[in-house]
């Protein structure tokens, strides 16, 4: 069966561009060979945290730093008004899911495991912020066998901060070491409330929040965390661990969720191998068994080297495995050359024109293609702090110019 709109790839811009489509009314196909890195998210919505000049010098308002970013960035190609759109649908969307944001419409230090600030546009209710704990009293609770959260680090970052802070440590509710285990042992609780209450000896006095590792549960965080902040009487958040990451992997859950309400058709585990062209536009899409799927409209989301959306080869040189899309990349990588990895794993991609259609030498290479996301050209999400941010405000733009494609 033909869809309006193929998307391939489970990136947050993925994500994003087939639940936008599919709630205008278009029919979607999502395929996609596995989850993506959204299981490898913090937490929060990085907008641009720092500004492009100036290493680790956090801007307070992400939106007069984007001027600044080079003229082929993607938030320099799609335009601030989009940017804002998407951000303001993205959000909307999220305030009635149990993943839900908050913004003061600029750039706030969240936690990171180690205690380090990185800032956020956005962050869920429970994610903890520096400001959340100012002239109060922290507890950390540590659960027993887990390495995940470096509370030394964490101890020490909030101290510097004038926070008193202490640590405590108990039981996991079950006897295992890694952050999805536990997630979905609290999930499974029947009484996470009892839990707590037995678990946790009773705060001091002065007490005024308490922070978790981020494992309160996957599907049911909101109750788990709940239940918590009944037992203790105080506010619990919730700080990242190392990878995988429950906050990244609570969003895919959830939008995952919606786009099979809105009747999204979604293959797991398909690897897309190749595509059969028609003149300018692509007809359709050939996964590794040979099965060809067709679509008025292309979307790819593949992500960037680390997900395999572009491929190093032995010489060197980047590829776009799919379509053959032309991809910008400032030299080819040598061996042992540590310090031009952020090169092939950042500023290297396609290179697109503000509909976000791919370019080959100046012109335009499909009609019918978009390309969003990490697979993109000329911006750096680690350094920049701007992963979710290029990834929301690509995915919406795309859907949006495919609707355009399509006449809705």
Known sequence: MKSDVIVIGSELDGLVAALRLAEQGCSVR????????????????HLLGFAPEADEQIGADPFAMIDALHERHPYRVIGQRRIRAALDWFLAGRASQAVGYRTNGGNSPAM????????VYAWSARQARYEDFAGGAVTVVAFDGYQDLPTGLLVASLNRQGIDCKVIKIPPPKQMSHSVGLARAFDEMASPESYFANCIPEL??????AIFPAVLG??????VVEAAQDALGVQCFEVPTLPPCMPGMRLYSEMLDELKQCGVAIHMGAKVS????????IEAIVDAGGRNYGADVFITATGGVLMGGLEVQSDGSVREPVFGLGVHQTRPLERGRADQALDALHETGVETDERLSPLADGELHCENLFVTGMTLAHWQPTREASAEGVAIATGWTAAEEARALLGR
């Open 112 to 119: 990171t495991s180690a205690g380090l600030e990185i800032p």
């Open 204 to 209: 001091a006095d002065q007490t005024t929040a």
């Open 30 to 45: 999502l395929m996609a060979s596995g989850a993506g890195s959204l299981h490898y998210a913090p937490g929060g919505v």
């Open 218 to 223: 996957i599907r049911r965080h909101g109750q």
């Open 274 to 281: 190749g595509f059969e062209p028609r003149g300018a536009r």
